[in-house]
């Protein structure tokens, strides 16, 4: 029923929105997918990370390559994106997964500051080159069976980033009520106990992280072909902190909660913007109030109050 | 064919030797050697800076469990209201007295009235910190601009060390990061406040039961913090520009220092900031400073991996 309606109203979007809201709109979804792997790796796997940006920049750097250096089409430059975010993941992850708590903030901490400080030096440009930083100089097209769609028409990136951005949560949907996801829930609750019950905890964490990885690398891809351009600040640790603070906002145990509450800054930023030049200050407030009356997230207060609405409503 | 073979052999040598042979050293620039001892002192000076800052998140880090993102921001509206008062009164002295002094009450409030609720709960308290510094850092780019400025040598004398002119203010930075935290050590451990403080972090419900004022001590603790990084703030502002991004590089250091000492260690986190930040300065001699950084934080990392309870287990208070 709820994705009924999400599916009829994503269809009906472009008959409703202008084509800035639209790009907005699927901007809000690719942010959204991004908070999402912070999600999965916090509210299903209980590992408070940081490093979420090092895998959404790579999926920038990763589509760059493909398209820079070895000229693939897009659907290359995606996969070439979501795998450089995956293959990264895989060593990075490995050391990062071996602790807990506070430590595994702090080594994705680390990670972060210094994959920056690597791309940021001079002395790295046999890495760095031309992808980090970079506006594609085309505008990207897609070969969906015989047409040739191109990124210029603004309804068919919103079409194609919701496609994308559903593939990926129905994916991770599978993903987290799997045995797996239920391992992982167990783990996140109890960790001895979990491990006395025969699971290889850290062979666990070390997959949902390299799976949530990829989700924030394909986050990466959509959003070059969204905006056109890659910047070194994607790597930033601060944009991890945006994932973070939007997840948690949302509620982070839930995989509608990133989306709620990425739309929900993307949208009062947007908006307050237009009434006044200090935004980032009422936004700071706004979080501050949030926190204060909904503990728990917007989406899953809300959720609750429904429910609650529609509860009540058959006894009266 | 044959030329296209070898253009491809010649990249994959290319990387291959980039990747293993002395590629990170590439900035190493002959006779930089020779600055060593200066680039270790400079190391020295900044790293008791970012102990002291260090310090001040270790204590609301340990006994309220509360990640404070915005901690970096303090330390950057401590070197703004340093220039501050340069600019209104003339007098840089002054700064060192009022602003702590504005840090330990406003930290007090604000975790009072805003903070209170969310402790205890590591993701609530990072994005309420992280509302925090937003609110912090826009402010001062709104009142103070987004240019960085200087703060001159307010001691303006300098010293021949091995050659070169050496500001004597950083000198005295060090030394009141020193002093500063001594003061703090002192505090902690020969008054009632500070043993309360080392009671409640050490159980919390046995301290409350034994009739410790914990909220009281939670508010006071905050203060202390945050006084704590707006003294650093002070004390780093003639030595760096002044801009309202300035805490977003500390911030990162101050939480590796934390945990590389480990957790509640507060001797030891102290001795990770200056581990860390003379460590860099040594390698710096002999590389450009992005390596200097990523060597010592690869040290870092391995350093957590091997050791997860921190490298001064000695040192626990």
């Known amino acids: 029923m709820k994705l009924v309606v999400l599916g009829v109203l994503a269809l009906a979007a472009p008959l409703v929105l202008v084509d800035y809201q639209l790009v907005f709109a699927a901007e809000i979804l690719v942010w959204g997918l991004f908070a999402l792997s912070f999600g999965l790796v916090y509210g299903f796997g209980g590992m408070l ?170 986050a990466g891809t959509l959003y070059v072909l969204l905006a056109r351009y890659t910047n070194i ?80 409503r058959p006894r009266e | 064919m044959e030329e296209l073979l070898r253009s491809g052999y010649r990249r994959v040598t290319a990387i291959g030797a980039s990747a293993f042979a002395a590629r990170p050293f590439a900035g190493m620039v002959p006779g930089a050697v020779e600055l060593l001892p200066v680039l270790v002192l400079n190391g020295l000076v900044w790293g008791l800076i970012v102990a002291l800052i260090a310090l001040g998140l270790s204590i609301i880090f340990g006994l309220l469990d509360f990640v404070n993102v915005a901690h970096g921001d303090f330390f950057m509206v401590g070197a703004v209201l ?11 002295w002054i700064a060192f007295a009022i602003v702590p002094a504005i840090g330990l009450v406003a930290g007090g409030l604000i975790e009072r009235g805003v903070l209170r609720p969310v402790e205890n709960d590591a993701s609530l308290s990072i994005v309420a910190s992280f509302g925090l510094s937003l609110i912090l850092q826009e402010g001062v780019r709104a009142t103070y601009g987004a240019t960085p400025k200087r703060i001159l040598d307010p001691i303006g004398v300098t010293f021949p060390v091995f050659g070169l002119e050496y500001e004597f203010y950083r000198l005295f930075a060090a030394g009141v990061s020193l002093i500063a935290m001594g003061a703090f050590f002192l505090f902690l451990h020969r008054t009632k406040f500070g043993t309360w403080m080392r009671a409640v972090r050490q159980d919390r419900e046995i301290a409350i039961a034994m009739g410790v004022p914990s909220d009281r001590i939670f508010m006071w603790t905050f203060g202390l913090g945050t006084a704590m990084a707006m003294l650093g703030g002070v004390v780093a502002a003639p030595l760096t520009s002044v801009e309202f991004r300035l805490g977003l590089d500390v911030l990162p250091l101050c939480f590796i220092a934390v945990i590389i000492g480990g957790l509640g ?53």
């Open chain 1, 49 to 218: 990370s940081f490093a979420q940006a090092l895998y959404f920049g790579m999926g920038c750097y990763g589509f760059n390559v493909a398209t820079y250096k070895y000229a693939l089409g897009t659907w290359s430059a995606i996969a070439a994106g979501v795998a450089a975010a995956f293959l990264f993941a895989i060593p990075t992850g490995y050391i990062a997964t071996r602790v807990r708590r506070h430590h595994f903030l702090i080594v994705t901490v680390i990670l972060s500051v210094l994959t920056s400080a690597m791309l940021a030096s001079g002395h790295w440009r046999w890495i760095a080159g031309p992808y980090v930083t970079r506006s594609l100089p085309f505008v990207p097209t897609l070969a969906v069976g015989p047409w040739e769609l191109s990124f210029g028409s603004e309804a068919f990136t919103f079409y194609f980033s919701a496609a994308m951005v559903a593939a990926a949560v129905w994916l991770a949907w599978r993903l987290v009520s799997s045995p797996f996801g239920r391992a992982l829930a167990a783990i996140r609750d109890n960790e001895a106990r979990a491990e006395l019950g025969g699971l290889n905890v850290n062979l666990l964490r070390w997959l949902m992280f390299t799976f949530a990885a990829g989700i924030a690398g394909l």
């Open chain 1, 233 to 312: 600040e994607f790597f930033d640790w601060t944009y991890s902190g945006k994932a973070v603070v939007a997840a948690i906002l949302g509620g982070a145990s839930s995989l509608a909660g990133p989306f709620a509450g990425m739309a929900f800054y993307l949208v009062t930023t947007e908006y307050l913007s237009r009434y006044m030049q200090q935004v980032a200050i009422a936004f700071g407030l706004l979080l501050l109030v949030v926190v204060r009356f909904a503990p728990e997230g917007i989406y899953v207060a809300c959720a609750r109050r429904l429910r609650e609405v529609f509860k009540r």
């Open chain 2, 82 to 92: 340093a220039w501050v008062l340069i600019d209104s009164t003339g007098n840089f």
């Open chain 2, 265 to 317: 260690n507060l001797p030891g986190t102290a001795a990770a900031a200056v581990l860390l930040s003379v460590m860099e300065g040594a390698i710096t001699s002999i590389a450009e400073p992005t390596t200097a950084r990523i060597i010592s934080l690869v040290f870092m990392s391995a350093v957590l991996l091997v050791r997860p309870r921190g490298l001064f287990t000695r040192l626990a208070t």
